[in-house]
């Protein structure tokens, strides 16, 4: 019998529960393993959660949980980088197996959690941590064990995709959509991690680390958020025959790993760009299998506890097998990862500029396009309004990013330029 | 070190070996083993597969291979289920692990290599039997392991889905489409086994069998093919907002397991309907995750390869680690499943009648349809020319497959009706 220990029982920790118990004899019909959970742990033992657990199971002393010689394996789901980054590291000088969902705490401290795991010889289990209920852990790390991988782009972000979900579809403004997503329970009372996409740089930093064996953390990855996105500009795309959506992208390129969250423009005909609501979808493309596609939820009680139990069970059958070192392998490589520079990346791009319409704007705005290697692809300009400021839409070919910067700061200094130009980055492969 | 030996040197096997040789360092890298392609055999050892193999390793004595002491997983790539059978058997006598792409030597003789395999307390890996390049296999078993299935919906056979798809967007006959296919080589000379659902019912055998616990084998699975599919049926079912697929059907209701493949009707909103070409992608709904999907190519050298060193690595991992029994879980179970008839199956129904256009034959053919507790849902009758055969479509709320196929006899006989009746199912799922 494998005895586990749960730490937090708030949403995920609910799921976790309620599955150990409802599929305990499930799970040993299909492992053989006996897994029992001995204790659940949080500060708050008072409130219903709907479950009835055995008597002498709930504790608010987590400490005595993860010392429990009992418990080989402790699952921490209370959040957050502080307590969580303690509790996880004295577990494992414990000598306990972790699983986490904690992708802010593995993307922070990754590198000094799974190196006190490697020196204790325990597994860290994590696959919870990115796209809830997809097993895209699993799937990078064994299933695609033998790809080199080309690329990844990601909606990992449940509740920034229902935002732009609703704006797209209800041609509605950002802070409407944010304030109606909060009182249905799609975002959160304070929604920035998720809305500027740190949530999303988080997960991709572990994807990341997975695909390139090499260290990356959130410090890594370039990040731009969703609030600044207007309907005008998710007009503009469907026009132009894209979607937006925020994705996480990680690609090689010539030996360096390009890593940024930003929204980002996708052909309409794009498997992905279908992904819609709180769905959850990551696009990994393979050098011997080519383009796949996973897809699920990427949140809730359930489904994340899925992912929790998952771990476990792989965790379990590892110590009744006597495994050592090797199966629990670090995700993260010793040797830190090459980034490439947000300068240095190389991808499509849409402008929006706002420009007065008076002859001469467009070759003066071309002018300096061209100066700067940003090869126009075409054009769009709506309604006429001699002497005001009408919205021209320019889709470039490939450009770099620097180039754009650069180009972007000249021309709003132009007279002939009324606003801010708004510049939002373009993948254009053929598929998925 | 770990030595592979490869039986068939054909195209999944061109694409193993491939990766094998390229991908020997990324691997040891990554997991930490040395993997060595020992052996190749193959009848044909002149023919040039563009890979220059290293001296001594091609020979056309399988049986060497399989006897070899340092060998100890043997990969089985010939196809078929007689030659592949012995061989495949003998080997596992020989103490030796077993990779295969085999989908109908699993789905006939499954529950004798199972046997056989936990007989001899070895592992026999068979990613690569299903959906070639998505780890499906790994997904349903570790990845959802705490997941009661609900129901999987697989689009599993390349060749009928590209058929399906050149038909759908371009409004052509079958059998052109399977010319062209046979052209361009995504349908091989002898198409049979594609085309008539063979193939997608020895798929959905494996992954019923798997996501159930119990023993499935081909004979269990309803299968109906696609030749007979006419431009006009996809061109109503766009009418009515659904896609036409060949899908791979299994589900758990009241303890009996649905297995069938069929043309099948599904929601153009849904994920799995813009599955195109010759890509494949299974949805799986589990209890605790919800709706997920997956998606890839289903076939080729290296997809399939692919998966083929997934199941390599993880069988060595296994034996480094010395893992026995219990690693090498068998797919199948010794108990039998519990089929549902066909009969039984509950599902929605589009027809198609030839009816006569005159006053009272969609009164008589509701009479029969209400008589036999088919409710319907909505009706299209297109274009008038009175006293000739005008196509009548008609979708239904859930039924039963007995009724449907007593109510069509009946219906067929009326003196209204000019011909064969046609039938598909429609999956009316929301999600995916």
Known sequence: MIHVGVVGFGTVGTGTVR??????????ERVGIDINLKRVADVDVRRDRGIKLPKGVLTSDADALISDPDISIVVELIGGTTVARELVLRAIRNGKHVVTANKA???????????????????????????????????????????????IYGIINGTTNYILTKMTEERREFDEVLAEAQRLGYAEANPA??????????????????????????????????????PMDIEFARELGYKLKLLAITKEIDGKVELRVHPTMIPEGNL????????????????AVGATLYYGRGAGDMPTGSAVVS???????????????????PAVSRKAG??????????????????????????????????????????????????????L????????????????KEINRLSNVAGKTVFIRVEDRESA
Chains 1, 2 share one sequence.
Not at 112 to 126: D, M, P
């Open 19 to 28: 599955i150990l118990l409802d599929s305990k004899e499930l799970l040993k």
């Open 393 to 408: 839409v320019v889709l470039t070919h490939q450009a770099r990013e620097r180039d754009v910067v650069t180009a972007v």
């Open 338 to 391: 090459s980034r490439m520079k947000m300068d240095d990346v190389l991808t499509m791009y849409y402008f929006r500029f706002s420009a007065i319409d008076k002859p001469g704007v467009l070759s003066k705005i071309s002018g300096i396009l061209g100066k700067h290697n940003i090869s126009i692809a075409s054009v769009i300009q709506k309604g006429r309004r001699i002497g005001r400021a009408v919205p």
């Open 272 to 287: 992905i760009s279908k992904v819609d609501g709180v769905f959850n979808a990551v696009y990994v493309e393979g050098d």
């Open 105 to 151: 705490l593995l993307a922070t401290h990754g590198a000094e959690i799974f190196g006190a795991a490697e020196k204790a010889n325990v597994g860290v289990g994590f696959e919870a941590s990115v796209a809830g209920g997809i097993p895209i852990i699993k799937v990078i790390r064994e299933g695609l064990v033998a790809n080199r991988i080309k690329a």
């Open 193 to 230: 991690y998720d809305i500027d996409g740190t949530d999303s740089a988080h997960k991709l930093a572990i994807l990341a680390s997975l695909s390139y064996g090499a260290r990356f953390s959130i410090g890594d990855v370039y990040r731009e958020g969703i609030s600044w996105i207007s």
């Open 311 to 329: 771990d476990i069970v792989d965790i379990a059958k590892g110590i009744v097998l006597g495994a050592g070192k090797g199966l629990f392998m």
